[in-house]
């Protein structure tokens, strides 16, 4: 499967962007999908992540802010991002993997095997 990130941009503390991963593929839908950013000089983290049968689990930073989604017809996840602060500047990348496991939830960089390219995501304060 092949992933492009993309809808990142500038927006003030307090605004919302909808980040999106277009993939490809024709079994989408077993795949578990994850959001993941990385910040200038720091390691990239887990943001969210949806599995197979659509159960979704967060980061505690972006719990009550951010949203994900998923449209399997579209082969598209989402991530709605809201209430934004400077901190959340960094560049994020959506991430697939093979969902072994329907109900599983996928949160470390290494248990993903397909990575998109990245979408700069700026807050200013």
């Known amino acids: 499967v092949q992933l492009q990130a993309s809808g990142g941009g500038l927006v003030q503390a307090g605004g919302s962007l909808r980040l999106s991963c277009a993939a490809s593929g024709r079994t989408f839908s077993n795949y578990a999908v994850g959001w993941f950013r990385q910040a200038p000089g720091k390691e990239r983290t887990f943001v969210g992540s949806?599995?197979?049968?659509?159960?979704?689990t967060e980061d505690v930073s972006v719990q009550g802010r951010f949203a994900i989604s998923r449209d399997n017809a579209k082969k598209m996840v989402y991530l709605q991002m809201n209430s934004l602060k400077p901190e959340d500047t960094a560049v994020y990348y959506c991430?697939?993997?093979?969902?072994?496991?329907?109900?599983?939830?996928?949160?470390?960089?290494?248990?993903?095997?397909?990575w998109g390219q990245g979408t700069l995501v700026t807050v200013s304060s």
């Open positions: 949806i599995n197979v049968i659509g159960g979704i």
């Open positions: 991430a697939a993997q093979w969902g072994n496991n329907y109900y599983g939830y996928y949160t470390k960089v290494g248990e993903y095997d397909y």
